[in-house]
């Protein structure tokens, strides 16, 4: 199994900067894709950003040039920097990994989301 922990969340007015950090711990061989997905209130869940292995990364158009994701491979991390905070960007957001485990079981694994909300 793989268990992602998030952290960072929080309040922020407008124009502010949180860093999400997501932790990824289990029995894992390996981490293709890691990403950032966020829902909220009475929306779908939606892509924020993702990353692959080897460092290609892919934005929503909503947050680029506002966002950045980045990971630490050896430390099974991934981070999202998000500067120039909207209140539109109020949402839960999740960290997901496609983890390859010992077991040779690949699954898409979700943390437990935290809470970023926007004041303006």
């Known amino acids: 199994q793989v268990q992602l922990v998030e952290s960072g969340g929080g309040l922020v007015q407008a124009g502010g900067s949180l860093r999400l950090s997501c932790a990824a711990s289990g029995s894992i061989f390996s981490i293709n894709a890691m990403g950032w997905y966020r829902q909220a209130p009475g929306k779908q869940r939606e892509l924020v950003a993702a990353i692959t292995s080897g460092g290609s990364t892919n934005y929503a158009d909503s947050v680029k040039g506002r966002f950045t994701i980045s990971r630490d491979n050896a430390k099974n991390t991934v981070y999202l920097q998000m500067n120039s905070l909207k209140p539109e960007d109020t949402a839960v957001y999740y960290c997901?990994?496609?983890?390859?485990?010992?077991?040779?079981?690949?699954?898409?694994?979700w943390g437990q989301g935290t809470q970023v909300t926007v004041s303006s």
């Open positions: 997901n990994a496609d983890a390859l485990t010992w077991a040779e079981e690949r699954d898409d694994y």
